[in-house]
């Protein structure tokens, strides 16, 4: 992993103290800004190194080149612009197909569609936003904690996981798409990289496991994130860390964001014990929770 300008502290706590150096004035704002700047960077670097295959210098070709290797696309343009048209595209299947109340329909839509794969390929290019750093943010999290069993609940297209591997924690991924997880698992053989898939559909996490899981953007996604809770919860280790975000606004570009009100959620990681402990108040919002 890169060492950044202040590995012993998580980024957004150093860049909000970095911060208050402005309000003093010690700082200039340009200066702050080429300070977070440089610090972005080296999260960058840790997230390309992991995911670029070898020979490919830019993380944007690398990805579209992967994704087109394992759908049989030889023309990039092709399925960058797939990549591109993804999230109209999910936009459409969920209009299309999906009864947002009803479980097996949602959970259907996940399983079979193949836009989401292109749309969270194209996600994790950073060609749009950086938020998929946030993963960097939580393997500096579990450095910092000394964990070393891992799972990424919601694992989606699993770059998330080949970033865990690669910085050598026990990785497992889980979701209840059998096409993204077909897809995980193809990622981590193509990179002779080792780790556990669960197929929530039809398997059970195993007890008590996990010292640190990250949910990236997943419980809005969820028909009940409440049992979702308890699920995660039963997976971690006595002391484990649950690494996620808990926060989503209405978006009419992305209505397969169908939770808005995390109350419900955050209060049953209350009633199980799960203590807030650390909360990304600079970049991204993300928060953790310790079992007890």
Known sequence: ??????????????LKKLWQSVEQE???AAEFQDAQKR???????????????????????????ELGLY????????????????????????????DPGNRHSVEQFYDESQAMIYELMWWHTLAEDNSPL????????????GCHHY???????????????????ETALADISSTMLSFCQWRFELRKLSACF????????????????TAMD??????????????????????????????SEPDEDRPHHIIQDFAPTLRRLEELGCVEVWKDEWLWGHQVFQKS
């Not at 946030?134 to 904690?145: D, E, G, I, K, N």
């Not at 799972?151 to 924690?169: E, Y």
Request: hydrophobic share 45%; net charge negative; proline share 3%.
């Open 71 to 98: 759908l049989g696309c030889e023309q990039l343009a092709e399925v960058e612009l797939r990549c591109t048209r993804a999230l109209a595209g999910v936009k459409g299947e969920w209009h299309g197909i999906v």
């Open 151 to 169: 799972l990424d609940f919601g694992a989606g297209v699993g770059s998330g996981g080949i970033l865990f591997a690669k910085n050598g924690l």
């Open 39 to 65: 610090a972005l960077a080296g999260y960058q670097a840790t997230w390309e190194d992991a995911l670029r295959l070898v020979g490919y210098g830019n993380l944007k070709l690398s990805l579209l080149s």
């Open 1 to 14: 992993m890169v060492i950044h300008e202040n590995a012993t502290k998580l980024l957004p706590d150093h």
């Open 134 to 145: 946030a993963y960097v943010l939580a393997l500096h999290f579990a450095t910092l904690h």
């Open 26 to 28: 010690r700082l200039t």
């Open 218 to 247: 997943v419980f809005e996604h969820l028909v009940d994130p409440v049992e979702t809770v308890d699920v995660i919860w039963q997976a971690m280790k006595p002391g484990g860390y649950l690494f996620g975000r808990f926060h």
């Open 198 to 213: 669960i197929d929530l559909k039809s398997d059970n996490l195993p007890d008590n496991t996990f010292d640190i899981v």
